[in-house]
Nanobody
Framework: QVQLVESGGGLVQPGGSLRLSCAAS????????MGWYRQAPGKQRELVATITSGDGTNYADSVKGRFTISRDNAKNTVYLQMNSLKPEDTAVYYCNADIRSAKSPLWRVQYWGQGTQVTVSS
């Protein structure tokens, strides 16, 4: 059973910073792309940032220059450093990973974390 567990969300003032972490655990054979998505109330889930197994990155225009995605392959963990936070960054943040596991050794399966709330407010 593969699980993704996020941590690091919370309440922060505008202009502040937070660092989200997402650790994958279970019978993992390999992890390809990892990423962060977010969903604000009344809105669709949207991509925030992704990172490939070779550390190639992609960002939503709204977070470029403020957020940085990184990963530690030895720990099966992806991070999202969020700086200069704005009220419009308020959302539930979800991590996502493309994983080959012992349960599915031939195909990659997308897994999602349970989400962590980020609230930017004074």
């Amino acid at each position: 059973q593969v699980q993704l567990v996020e941590s690091g969300g919370g309440l922060v003032q505008p202009g502040g910073s937070l660092r989200l972490s997402c650790a994958a655990s279970g019978s993992i054979l390999s992890i390809n792309d990892m990423g962060w998505y977010r969903q604000a109330p009344g809105k669709q889930r949207e991509l925030v940032a992704t990172i490939t197994s070779g550390d190639g990155t992609n960002y939503a225009d709204s977070v470029k220059g403020r957020f940085t995605i990184s990963r530690d392959n030895a720990k099966n963990t992806v991070y999202l450093q969020m700086n200069s936070l704005k009220p419009e960054d308020t959302a539930v943040y979800y991590c996502n990973a493309d994983i080959r596991s012992a349960k599915s050794p031939l195909w990659r399966v997308q897994y999602w974390g349970q989400g962590t709330q980020v609230t930017v407010s004074s």
